[in-house]
C-alpha cells in the first residue's frame, strides 16, 4: 500500500519561497516517476513539474525558472522548490508517484500554498 505524505505549504509573500516535500512509503521509489501538480479554486488540476527515475526533468511553462523539482530515493522524498512566488501561484500541490509498469497511480493528501500580494 503506497502512501504520500505533502508537507511545507503555508502562507508567503508575493516573492517569497516555500519548499515542500512528498515522503513516500510501502512503494519502489527509486523506479517511480514523480509529479507535482495544484490545483486552484475553480480550475483544474494541473501538472507543475515531474521527474523521472533517470532524474529528467519538466515544467509548466507557467514555472519554468522558478521551481525546482529534486528526488532523494535515499530518503523516499520529492522535493518541491519554489522561488519568487505569485498569487496566482495560489493553490493546493499533490505529488503523485507512478510505480514503473504500475497499474495505478498514488496520489498525496495536498498541501496548501498561499501567496498575498
Known amino acids: 500500500q503506497v502512501q504520500l505524505v505533502e508537507s511545507g505549504g503555508g502562507l508567503v509573500q508575493a516573492g517569497g519561497s516555500l519548499r515542500l516535500s512528498c515522503a513516500a512509503s510501502?512503494?519502489?521509489?527509486?523506479?517511480?516517476?514523480l509529479a507535482w501538480y495544484r490545483q486552484a479554486p475553480g480550475k483544474q488540476r494541473e501538472l507543475v513539474a515531474a521527474?523521472?527515475?533517470?532524474?529528467?526533468?519538466n515544467y509548466a511553462d507557467s514555472v519554468k525558472g522558478r521551481f525546482t523539482i529534486s528526488r532523494d530515493n535515499a530518503k523516499n522524498t520529492v522535493h518541491l522548490q519554489m522561488n519568487s512566488l505569485k498569487p496566482e501561484d495560489t493553490a493546493v500541490y499533490y505529488c503523485?508517484?507512478?510505480?514503473?509498469?504500475?497499474?495505478?497511480?498514488?496520489w498525496g493528501q495536498g498541501t496548501q500554498v498561499t501567496v498575498s500580494s
Open positions: 503523485k508517484e507512478s510505480p514503473y509498469r504500475g497499474l495505478y497511480d498514488y
Open positions: 510501502g512503494s519502489t521509489f527509486s523506479s517511480s516517476a
Open positions: 521527474i523521472n527515475s533517470g532524474g529528467g526533468t
